[in-house]
């Protein structure tokens, strides 16, 4: 084991991908190790992704590169600015509805803020927002997309603790809606603190049937994580079979409702998610290896043991835990975290009494916040580099929303019902 923690730690200090740290450093173990023979390696390569539940991730990253094409992000943005229109902040306040929204269709936190950042990123700098606030908003609350149903790392979390995916997009309900209204406040209150974007008098709320008529035409993105909770739960399709739904729901919305959807746009949706899949999958392959290594090592009963040891409430060892994956996510990409490390904590969980469920929302929301976090957080660094702007500006401007955050992640924490109300519902 310390010769996979001392090259796991030195591939990633000379900045090799990291489906090579996970796979190189593991094999080493094999090679070096004592006597575990090497066709082992190649079989978990094989077998990590001999999974028919695994086929839910390739699907949804296909589903949502093609509903980006199929003109809803359009919609769904108009619809955010008709019910913001009268909120200091107003545009910041876009972002935080439009990814609460878009949590149905894109599924990927890093994704939603690549996208946001091109549409409202220069016209915020034109409403007069620093730059570093602009990409501070934009990156935080995409963010909201961790826990929103159809999340691509609820299904990655469900996947390798063979977790419910139904019961995860179920849980995730709550907690996406409760991040957006405290973002929404806490963009509130920076706004009106520093004069960004405030509310006219002139300018009136949105009359019912305003909304309605926007509604009519966004319907088909916001029925879409309905759909999916409600044909997992009452069994009309596996989590697996919800994925092909959704290529195949995606490809309907942009060619016959919307149509948008042309030859050229599909094709580019093809290329983007080879390219997304190729990555992913990549990585969980070689997890394979890393958690043979970890599972024949004793890891997770020795950390069980450690953290118990510890102590025995059940709320203090998640805090404990959660505490240790916020700095994990900060040097390592999230999937990798879930991939790695939800076979070390999930044990734990289960022996305390801790729902995997509950555990799961608490633990994406903190890992997936790994991504907007320097020194190796993806979507900040997209983020900055499309607005031109150092790190330093965005790390400034964002201190008030990661508080927001970690307050609503003690609060999940201590309430757990705040989680599990929607699942126990469906599934009691």
């Known amino acids: 084991m310390l010769i996979l ?3 796991f730690i030195g591939l990633l200090i000379i900045n090799m991908p990291i489906a090579f740290v996970i796979g190189i450093s593991a094999l080493s173990v094999f090679i070096i190790g004592d006597g575990i023979p090497t066709t082992v390696a190649i079989q978990r390569v094989v077998a990590q992704t001999q999974s028919f539940a695994f086929l839910a991730v390739p699907f949804f990253v296909f589903a949502g590169n093609l509903m980006n094409e199929a003109g809803i992000t359009e919609r769904l943005l108009r619809l955010s600015r008709l019910l913001t229109r009268t909120m200091n902040g107003g545009l910041a306040q876009v972002s935080v509805v439009l990814s609460t929204l878009m949590g149905g269709v894109s ?8 996208m946001e950042v091109r549409i ?3 016209e915020m700098t034109e409403r007069g927002y620093p730059k570093g606030y602009s990409a501070a908003v934009i990156c935080l609350t995409s963010l909201i997309t961790a826990t929103i149903p159809p999340s691509l ?7 390798v603790g063979e ?5 995860l997009f179920a ?17 509130t209150i920076t706004a009106k603190k520093y004069g960004y974007d405030i509310k006219k008098k002139d300018i009136k709320r949105a009359s019912l049937k305003e909304i309605l008529e926007d509604l009519k035409t966004s319907i088909w993105a916001l029925m879409f994580p309905i759909i999916l909770i409600v044909g997992i739960r009452f069994g009309i399709f596996t989590p697996s079979e919800a994925g092909a739904f959704a290529v195949v729901y995606a490809l309907f919305v942009g060619k016959f409702i919307y149509k948008e959807m042309t030859w050229e746009k599909f094709k580019l949706s093809v290329i983007n998610t080879v390219i997304d899949n190729g990555a992913i999958i990549l ?3 070689l997890s394979g290896i890393f958690s043979y290594v970890l599972t024949y090592a004793h890891l997770p009963e020795i950390m069980s043991e450690f953290l118990i040891g510890i102590s025995n409430n059940g709320k203090i060892l998640t805090i404990i835990m959660l505490i240790f994956l916020f700095f994990s996510g900060m040097i390592v990409d999230s999937n990798v975290n879930i991939l790695l490390l939800t076979p070390i904590f999930l044990p734990v969980v289960t022996k305390l009494g801790i729902d995997p469920v509950h555990f799961g929302i608490c633990m994406m929301t903190i890992v997936t916040m790994g991504v907007m976090t320097p020194p190796v957080g993806t979507a ?8 031109d702007i150092p790190i330093d500006e965005y790390v400034k401007h964002s201190i008030p929303f990661f508080v927001a955050i970690l307050i609503l992640v003690l609060i999940l924490v201590l309430f757990p019902n705040l989680v599990m109300f929607i699942p126990n519902l469906l599934y009691s």
């Open 171 to 187: 849980a995730g309900i709550v907690p996406g809606i409760l991040m957006m209204l405290i973002l929404m406040v806490t963009v």
């Open 5 to 7: 923690g001392i090259l």
């Open 163 to 167: 977790v419910s995916i139904g019961k």
């Open 283 to 285: 990585i969980i392959s």
């Open 120 to 122: 409202l990123g220069p």
């Open 380 to 387: 900040c660094y997209i983020v900055c580099g499309i607005l």
């Open 107 to 114: 599924g990927s936190a890093t994704a939603d803020a690549a």
């Open 153 to 159: 790392g609820l299904i990655l979390y469900g996947f």
